[in-house]
């Protein structure tokens, strides 16, 4: 079955710099890549996907990265600002085959003023 | 958009009882919804998957006599604790397939602790 694995699994940055999160799966069927943002004690916020067929989308300050091939997928956050402090997961998908979704470990994100 | 309601949001049981939270779509037909398990600090775990009017599909390692899934109708799946035990004790999350087959929409989650 699908592994997705997650790094790091803590990060710290100062306001106004950039984090990146990494990911990477195992299953060559994925097709499609969420992304979530869940803070303490709240649902996952789904904030930016990617569909296999793109190598990278942006949105206002996120922007996710896609490398089929070596089976990688990146979350950008550029300025980062303190309400972005949260613990973001990735997350792969075969959409055309029973559309489970496999998680990451997530990424504890600090960003300090 | 496609808005997921989770219900309970909280709930206390004593052992040996038997909970049940419930998840509906809102404002979409939901033929696939997932249950998902989350430990503190820990990421989403799936559980089963549950499809309108059929059997769930359980993960390995997950009792499905322990864990019971009802997806009757096509706005509503139900997770029931059953005979619940401390260990129980945990968020258990929802979310539905939007219905444009991408894109998943959670619940609030039920933050179940067992006493």
């Known amino acids: 079955g699908e592994n997705v694995e997650q790094h790091p699994s803590t990060l710290s940055v100062q306001e106004g710099d950039s984090a990146v999160i990494k990911c990477t799966y195992s299953?060559?069927?994925?097709?499609?890549f969420p992304w979530y943002k869940q803070e303490l004690g709240k649902r996952p916020q789904l904030i930016i996907d990617?569909?296999?067929?793109?190598g990278e989308k942006k949105d206002q300050r996120i922007a996710v990265t896609l490398n089929k091939t070596a089976k990688h997928f990146s979350l950008h956050i550029t300025e980062t600002q303190p309400e972005d402090s949260a613990v973001y997961f990735c997350a792969a998908t075969d959409n055309t085959g029973g559309f489970k979704t496999i998680f990451g470990a997530g990424t504890r994100l600090f960003v300090k003023a | 958009g496609a808005v997921v309601s989770q219900h309970p949001s909280r709930v206390i049981c004593k052992s040996g009882t038997s909970v049940k939270i419930e998840c509906r779509s809102l404002d979409f037909q939901a033929t696939t919804m997932f249950w998902y398990r989350q430990f503190p600090k820990k990421s989403l775990m799936l559980m089963a998957t549950?499809?309108?009017?059929?059997?769930?599909?359980?993960e390995q390692g997950v009792e499905k006599d322990k864990f019971l899934i009802n997806h009757a109708s096509l706005t509503l799946s139900t997770l029931t604790v059953t005979s619940a035990h401390p260990e129980d004790s945990s968020f258990y999350i929802c979310?539905?397939?939007?219905?444009?087959?991408?894109?998943?929409?959670f619940g609030s989650g039920t933050r179940l602790t067992v006493v």
């Open positions: 549950s499809n309108e009017g059929s059997k769930a599909t359980y």
């Open positions: 299953d060559s069927a994925s097709n499609y």
């Open positions: 990617i569909r296999s067929n793109v």
């Open positions: 979310s539905a397939l939007n219905g444009n087959g991408y894109g998943y929409t």
